[in-house]
Nanobody, 123 residues
Framework: EVQLVESGGGLVQAGGSLRLSCAASGFTFGRYAIGWFRQAPGKQREGVSCITDDDGGSTYYTDSVKGRFTISTDYAKNTVYLQMDNLKPEDTAVYHC???????????????WGQGTQVTVSS
């Protein structure tokens, strides 16, 4: 059984930073991708960032967060992080992590999902 648990969300002023954690119990980091997604009220879920071992290992960031967010993995802790710097009000959303072992990189079906953590950025 795989369980993903997000933490690290909270309230922050514009320009501030947060680090989100995704603890992946029961998950093996092989043929994998772990992504961060966000969803604001009334909006569709958006892919934010992803890390994968496909193609020798790579990361992905949606354009709106490039240069501000950094995804990383601590394999010893079975945890993926999303470091979010220079936060903007438009980053406000519930952030979910998701994972798969399908071997097809970031742009694939994600089989495991966490419950999410709220990020609120004030002006």
């Amino acid at each position: 059984e795989v369980q993903l648990v997000e933490s690290g969300g909270g309230l922050v002023q514009a320009g501030g930073s947060l680090r989100l954690s995704c603890a992946a119990s029961g998950f093996t980091f092989g043929r994998y991708a772990i992504g961060w997604f966000r969803q604001a009220p009334g909006k569709q879920r958006e892919g934010v960032s992803c890390i994968t071992d496909d193609d020798g290992g790579s990361t992905y960031y949606t354009d709106s967060v490039k240069g501000r967010f950094t995804i990383s993995t601590d394999y010893a802790k079975n945890t993926v992080y999303l470091q979010m710097d220079n936060l903007k009000p438009e980053d406000t959303a519930v952030y979910h992590c998701a994972a798969h072992n399908r071997g097809y990189g970031c742009h694939s079906v994600y089989d495991y999902w966490g419950q999410g953590t709220q990020v609120t950025v004030s002006s």
